[in-house]
């Protein structure tokens, strides 16, 4: 079965927006990777300034592939005038699951 890894990340909320864009701006970044099954990003209704970003992998080994890969890189690089933006979240940890029974709408 598959895995899940969910990022929650502590964001003020003067920083959800910029957050909010730059995932955005990298939208499908990750649909092409091996192993890749499902994104989302969840956005606090109330009572949290948590944010979850929720990815599906085929097995852990797809999900280590792709942070040692594409990730690690888009992760390390600055952006045109050399200088990494400041991180829109004040913290992160990272939560790991798998899949042990799932379903989906009846027809679908």
Same mark, same amino acid.
């Not at 909320?13 to 091996?34: I, M, N, P, W, Y």
């Not at 599906?56 to 690089?77: L, N, P, V």
């Given at each position: 079965?598959?895995?899940?890894?969910?990022?929650?990340? +502590?964001?003020?909320?003067?920083?959800?927006?910029?957050?909010?864009?730059?995932?955005? $701006?990298?939208?499908?970044?990750?649909?092409?990777?091996? #192993?890749?099954?499902?994104?989302?990003?969840?956005?606090?209704?109330?009572?949290?300034?948590?944010?979850?970003?929720? +990815?599906?992998?085929?097995?852990?080994?797809?999900?280590?592939?792709?942070?040692? #890969? $594409?990730?690690? $890189?888009?992760?390390?690089?600055? $952006?045109?005038?050399?200088?990494?933006?400041?991180?829109?979240?004040?913290?992160?940890?990272?939560?790991?699951?798998?899949?042990?029974?799932?379903? #989906?709408?009846?027809?679908?």
């Amino acid at each position: 079965m598959s895995v899940v890894k969910i990022n929650v990340l +502590t964001v003020p909320a003067e920083q959800r927006e910029v957050l909010e864009k730059r995932f955005a $701006s990298r939208a499908h970044a990750v649909e092409g990777s091996d #192993g890749f099954e499902w994104f989302e990003l969840l956005r606090p209704v109330e009572g949290t300034d948590q944010y979850l970003v929720y +990815t599906r992998w085929r097995d852990e080994e797809s999900f280590q592939a792709w942070m040692e #890969g $594409s990730m690690k $890189s888009a992760h390390q690089g600055g $952006s045109e005038g050399g200088e990494r933006p400041k991180p829109a979240a004040s913290g992160a940890t990272l939560w790991s699951f798998d899949v042990v029974q799932s379903a #989906g709408p009846k027809g679908a």
